[in-house]
């Protein structure tokens, strides 16, 4: 009761709602021999006119013709639910009013009015104050949410955990599975007056939401429990059972939230259990002229590089040539200076969307299109080659370039205690976004080629992921968040019978549905993490996507920094896209 009262003192303020060389002289008598080499050459041609023909025909099929960009980017018409009602015909009227739309401006303005926030640094739950945060948010979505607080089950998880499940008639259908995160990044004390509105307002202006959280991600948050709390109202009742998990803990890696929310799932359903689930990511990018829809279905893998270095110490006036911060310095240098390579392995999501672009897009470049096309005819980049439609596509943008790029970073470096004392250990981490194909192995094998080049020339030895510390030696190391790259989703449009529409088809159908099919839909991938790093033997289709959109309202709403915000109308439309899909994967012809 305190909590519910604690939580009802959340006010909202009013305003709150991209010299040709000249031919050699021919004698006479050389010209039967040129009659008849090209006699030969014609011949050889006719035989093999079927490999030639890729090579000379235009490089911009007509629509729907290329099987290598068509075939692997069909676009499924709009998806609208079967079963209605009154009720949820009125339902529909009631989400595009003027009311809802108040009603839920109120609620996510209240929602980023609590500061959330996980911290590195946390400590155990029940010992750290700063977890108690949570007691308050957990409430105000108690009062928010009635219905779906007297109709679902609802379990705490490892305390802050939320799992809600609305069970559906048909125990023998895997169910769908809808998350978000309770928490969000701290507001640094530096970057606050930078901010148009105080960044834990809820400020309201007329279009946007403001506030940390407010796009990463209690929209999502709030728009799948506006999306349940409606159906329930509308007395919806489902036959595939739906669940909602929420973790607390997604922006420092998940461990106490989703990292346990996951297997109580596991444990109750078994593996491969769950029909699909969403997660907060990718939305919508205007590429190549067009609108596409880019839900990711891969995430790059993870390693934390612990470089070490130990050096004799001493007094700072009698130096060495080199102290251990030169060395590592050195070292950082030759980790810079050589980028790893772009490489777009086949089940590289980015290859999707660059076959969508090539069918769907009026500006798609032409040479991509043509390195495109004769990938399509040849097969895979082997692996030891240079990957030409790779290297062509980076050159877009650095954005791009890290969807077929792993990427290196150094973004922690300390050493030294006093200025006239020479530092005996040094360190450096260097955080890795693993490309598909590739394996963080890779890295640290790099790494360790590198750390040796370092040792030879300073007489230090190696230790290289051995868990060895000695003097005068270079330690390498991986944190415990060490991640293969994820499963990827499959992208067909429908089963294997082509009759039925699969999750990707279910996800894609709901969105054109919702925004017309001048929408299209594209493959993407994450370069970083989510919560659904913890599910994947839970589902093979799993999608991270953010599916809220206002025409010309493009990007992430400035995620993780000043200034974030989120349209209102972008969010209402987010609970429009939610009611539908669960409604739509309800009806799905599938397990």
Not at 524 to 541: F, P, V
């Amino acid at each position: 009761m305190a909590s519910e009262k604690a939580a009802d003192t959340i006010l909202v303020s009013e305003k709150a709602q991209g010299e040709v060389p000249k031919s050699y002289a021919r004698s006479p008598a050389r010209k039967p021999t040129i009659v008849l080499l090209g006699l030969f050459f014609l011949a050889s041609a006719a035989l093999h006119w079927r490999s030639l023909a890729p090579l000379l025909r235009p490089y911009r099929p007509s629509h729907g013709e290329d099987a290598g960009t068509a075939a692997q980017c069909i676009q499924v018409d709009g998806l609208v639910p079967n079963r209605t009602s009154t009720k949820l015909h009125e339902m529909e009227a009631f989400v595009s009013s003027p009311e809802f739309r108040n009603k839920s401006i109120t609620r996510l303005s209240n929602a980023v009015q609590i500061p959330s926030v996980s911290y590195d640094d946390l400590g155990d739950i029940g010992v750290d104050e700063r977890w108690d945060i949570f007691y308050l948010f957990d409430a105000y979505l108690n009062v928010t949410y009635p219905l779906i607080h007297s109709k679902l089950k609802k379990e705490h998880v490892n305390t802050h955990g939320l799992l809600y499940t609305w069970e559906g008639s048909d125990k023998d259908l895997k169910p769908t599975l809808l998350m978000a995160h309770q928490d969000v990044v701290p507001v640094p004390d530096a970057t606050v007056k930078s901010w148009t509105h105080p960044p834990f307002s809820g400020f309201y202006d007329g279009k946007y939401v403001w506030g940390r959280g407010a796009s990463d991600c209690k929209n999502q948050l709030m728009a799948i429990m506006g999306a349940v709390e409606l159906l329930l109202a509308a007395e919806f009742q489902p036959t595939r059972t739906i669940l909602l998990s929420f973790g607390f803990d997604e922006e420092c890696s998940g461990t106490q939230g989703a990292g346990q929310l996951a297997p109580f799932i596991e444990e109750r359903y078994g593996k491969d259990s769950i029909a699909a689930i969403v997660d907060e990511g990718a939305g919508f990018e205007e590429q190549w002229g067009s609108v596409f829809s880019t839900p990711a279905v891969a995430e790059k893998g993870y390693t934390d590089v612990v470089v070490t270095i130990r050096m004799p110490g001493g007094h700072s006036s009698i130096p060495p040539k080199h102290t251990s911060i030169g060395v590592l310095s050195e070292m950082i240098t030759m980790i810079e200076e050589e980028q790893y390579s772009p490489r777009l392995d086949d089940k590289n999501p980015y290859l999707g969307a660059l076959q969508c672009g090539a069918e769907y897009a009026s500006d798609f470049p032409n040479k991509l299109r043509k390195l495109l096309h004769r990938r399509s005819d040849h097969g895979q980049t082997c692996k030891n080659r240079k990957d030409r439609l790779a290297e062509a596509a980076a050159e877009q943008s650095n954005q791009v370039r890290y969807l077929m790029q792993t990427s290196q970073a150094v973004d922690i470096i300390s050493g030294g205690a006093k200025v006239n004392a020479l530092p005996e250990r040094v360190s450096a981490i260097v955080n890795h976004r693993i490309n598909i194909g590739e394996r963080p192995r890779d890295a640290h094998a790099r790494l360790t080629k590198i750390a040796d080049e370092v040792a030879e020339k300073y007489g230090l030895k190696v230790h290289a992921f051995d868990d060895v510390e000695e003097a005068s030696s270079i330690m390498l190391s991986h944190t415990n968040t060490t991640l293969e790259p994820a499963p990827v989703t499959p992208t067909n449009a429908y089963t294997d019978d082509e009759q039925l529409l699969s999750p990707y088809g279910i996800l894609s159908g709901t969105t054109r549905a919702l925004y017309g099919e001048e929408i299209f839909m594209a493959p993407s991938l994450s370069t970083g993490n989510t919560d659904t790093r913890y599910y994947w033997d839970l589902t093979r289709h799993i999608f991270r996507y953010g599916p809220g959109y206002e025409e010309g309202e493009l990007g992430l709403g400035n995620v993780h920094t000043v200034d974030e915000k989120q349209s209102v109308v972008a969010h209402v439309n987010a609970v429009k896209w939610f009611g539908t899909f669960i409604r739509n994967m309800d009806e799905a012809k599938m397990a």
